[in-house]
């Protein structure tokens, strides 16, 4: 009796099997990174520094928090009028993406899955892209172009959710980011321009 049911079982073992899978698919179970596991040392670095010092571990939204951060930096040197030709904005941009690069992949052998939630440098070098060049305008303006840059790196809008799915490691987890933040920054640069050069109704103070 028992080996004429083993045959039977088979197909339906088979079938829950191939079922399992397309289900851990499409709830999307978090993708393992390659390599080794990164542990000790090198783990508790890529951490810390990934999350920029623990921005990322922040409860509910690591992000935003991240996002914030590195407005805060905007802030502070936009209040020093340190910024009024965008030159700081573009090098910390590009330190940011620079480092996002480099830490990426180790980041996601500390966490064991792709673009864990913890890493937030990818979103700091966005928020510099999305606020070059209006440190000297009216803060209204690098106000909107922060929660633009949230807003379409949150619903991943046009071409940024195909290249978060298609883009693996450091890049992808960079890119998407940096795509949002053009979004962000193109259209309120060119009202900044069109506002200011051809109305001549936006000053440069804050």
């Given amino acids: 009796m028992t080996s004429g049911l083993a045959p039977r079982n088979r197909p339906v073992s088979e079938a829950k099997r191939v079922a399992f899978a397309l289900l851990k698919e499409e709830l999307g179970e978090p993708e393992p990174p390659p390599g080794p596991r990164l542990e000790g040392f090198g783990g508790f670095l890529a951490r810390a520094t990934g999350s920029f010092f623990g921005v990322g571990f922040l409860p509910m939204a690591p992000g935003t928090w991240g996002s914030l951060a590195a407005l805060v930096i905007f802030v502070l040197y936009r209040h020093f009028q340190l910024d009024n030709r965008g030159f700081v904005s573009l090098l910390l941009f590009l330190l940011f993406s620079l480092a996002s690069l480099i830490v990426g992949g180790f980041a996601e052998r500390a966490a ?4 864990p939630k913890w890493f937030v440098l990818d979103e700091m070098a966005g928020v510099f892209l999305a606020l070059y060049g209006l440190a000297g305008y009216n803060f209204a303006f690098a ?3 922060f929660l633009l840059f ?3 790196d949150i619903t991943k809008i046009v071409g940024i959710r195909w290249v978060e799915e298609r883009l693996k490691g450091s890049v992808g987890i960079l890119l998407d980011d940096l795509v949002a933040a053009s979004y962000a920054n193109l259209p309120i640069r060119l009202g900044v321009v069109f506002l200011f050069v051809e109305l001549g109704w936006i000053a440069d103070s804050p």
């Fill in 112 to 115: 064991g899955e792709r673009d």
């Fill in 150 to 152: 949230r807003l379409f």
């Fill in 143 to 145: 106000g909107v172009a």
